[in-house]
């Protein structure tokens, strides 16, 4: 196809057709007219039905007419991965295609044979797979993060993985494609969930920070995406200060500066020795993993602060001993899950792992067909 990129390893035969599993995909029959009109256009797409471009197996969500999958949870042969976080990106596929940054997070994270073969794609550029279009498209999740857009015989769906909307300057900001179906996370996916402006939750730290100058301040911040959001936020909130970093964070934080992201003057906070400094009046920046462990007695009268999405919940931060909740979140709130729906004049919306019943309900109250998806393997808890 002309101006495509065609690659040898995603052009495999036909997968096995699976008809007899798509009964619990079709969409379901509503009289309000306004879904009706949303069936119709879709239904005008050719002959071509969505479950027919895309549905979900065991292994995650398969495109039979590509012969794919999209952030598959078991090892498959094709993957097309969103973002390097955990539940996304696994080790294991023999062929794996996503952002030159996804994939270098993944060998970060993995190592180098973490697939038998790698192809990248650009933001933006389109690849021709078995006659399906698919593309990459910013999703302002972390680095390299991406919604990933699957089209055949006029028929688009976007599958767009983890996404947020609020400014980050650690990665490319999320940009809408329109689509027939858009599938959609829904972590924080309750009318409850609208995120604080990040850079107010980050006064909030430094206001700790001059408030108890003897105490040791540790952030947990989830390695990869938060804890350089957090390092660039206190940046732009003009904390000039080396900040201490556990050992768990130094790969990525490199990778991050070497693609351009400022962290201004970051140190390791242990070293072989021990604790290189007790970090009084300091940012120590960890996995939330080590709350709890001794790690965090090391240093002076250590006060916990957690940034996550989850914080906006009280209890959650009780249960972690966490002082200082900070509410500070990658993927989008209740508002701008709604907002993005509408810009992508979908018909229809898949809802995949978070609290599907209250999206689903918005749709259906809004005209827009919608269903969950009901995939296993996505950890809300990973924000
Ligand atoms: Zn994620």
């Given at each position: 196809?002309?101006?495509f990129?065609?690659?040898?390893f995603f052009?495999?035969?036909?997968g ?10 079709l969409?379901?029959i509503?009289p309000?007219k306004?879904i009706?009109h ?5 239904l005008?797409c050719g002959s071509m039905?969505?479950h ?16 794919f ?5 078991r090892p498959?042969?094709?993957?097309l991965?969103?973002?390097g976080?955990a ?6 596929h023999r062929?794996?295609?996503?952002t ?9 994270r993995?190592g ?7 192809q ?8 021709s797979?078995?006659g399906?279009?698919v593309?990459f498209?910013?999703?302002g999740?972390?680095l390299?993060s991406?919604?990933?857009a699957?089209e055949?015989?006029?028929l688009r769906?976007v599958a ?7 400014p980050?300057?650690t990665?490319?900001?999320f940009e809408p494609?329109?689509?027939d179906v858009?599938i ?7 009318p409850?969930?609208?995120h604080?402006?990040p ?5 909030r730290?430094t206001a700790?920070?001059?408030q ?6 540790i952030v ?6 938060k804890a350089?959001r957090?390092i660039?936020?206190?940046r ?25 992201i400022?962290?201004?003057k ?13 970090g ?10 080590v ?5 965090t007695?090391?240093f002076?009268?250590?006060?916990n602060?957690?940034?996550?999405g989850w914080?906006?919940?009280?209890q ?6 966490v002082?200082?909740?900070l509410?500070?979140s990658?993927?989008?709130?209740w508002?701008?899950?709604t ?5 992508t004049?979908?018909?229809e919306?898949?809802v ?12 259906e109250l809004?005209?827009i067909?919608a ?10 808890e990973?924000?």
């Amino acid at each position: 196809m002309n101006g495509f990129i065609q690659f040898e390893f995603f052009r495999g035969a036909l997968g096995q057709d699976p008809r007899g599993r798509w009964a619990f995909m079709l969409p379901e029959i509503s009289p309000d007219k306004h879904i009706f009109h949303h069936q119709k256009k879709i239904l005008s797409c050719g002959s071509m039905k969505p479950h027919d471009l895309l549905h979900p197996r065991p292994a995650g969500l398969y495109c039979p007419p590509g012969d794919f999958y999209i952030d598959p949870v078991r090892p498959v042969e094709r993957a097309l991965i969103t973002h390097g976080h955990a539940d996304h990106a696994r080790a294991g596929h023999r062929h794996v295609l996503a952002t030159g940054q996804t994939l270098d997070i993944m060998e970060l994270r993995y190592g180098a044979d973490f697939a038998e073969s790698r192809q990248a794609l650009a933001y933006g550029e389109k690849l021709s797979i078995d006659g399906v279009t698919v593309s990459f498209h910013p999703a302002g999740h972390v680095l390299g993060s991406a919604q990933i857009a699957v089209e055949a015989n006029g028929l688009r769906i976007v599958a767009s993985g983890d996404y947020k909307r609020h400014p980050d300057a650690t990665c490319a900001p999320f940009e809408p494609v329109r689509c027939d179906v858009f599938i959609t996370e829904a972590t924080f996916g309750l009318p409850v969930f609208v995120h604080p402006d990040p850079l107010n939750e980050i006064h909030r730290l430094t206001a700790s920070l001059a408030q108890f100058p003897e105490r040791a301040h540790i952030v947990g911040a989830y390695s990869l995406g938060k804890a350089q959001r957090v390092i660039g936020l206190l940046r732009a909130a003009g904390h000039d200060a080396p900040i201490l970093i556990h050992g768990a964070l130094a790969k990525l934080c490199n990778y991050y500066r070497g693609q351009g992201i400022k962290l201004g003057k970051l140190a390791p906070a242990t070293d072989d020795e021990g604790i290189v400094d007790r970090g009084a009046g300091q940012i120590i920046v960890a996995p939330p993993s080590v709350f709890g462990e001794r790690w965090t007695r090391r240093f002076a009268d250590p006060l916990n602060v957690f940034a996550s999405g989850w914080m906006r919940i009280r209890q959650r931060a009780r249960q972690r001993g966490v002082e200082l909740p900070l509410i500070l979140s990658d993927h989008a709130d209740w508002n701008e899950l709604t907002a993005t729906i509408r810009e992508t004049e979908a018909g229809e919306v898949w809802v995949t792992h978070g609290r599907e019943e209250a999206i689903v309900r918005w749709c259906e109250l809004n005209g827009i067909a919608a269903r969950p998806l009901n995939l296993v393997g996505y950890e809300d808890e990973a924000e």
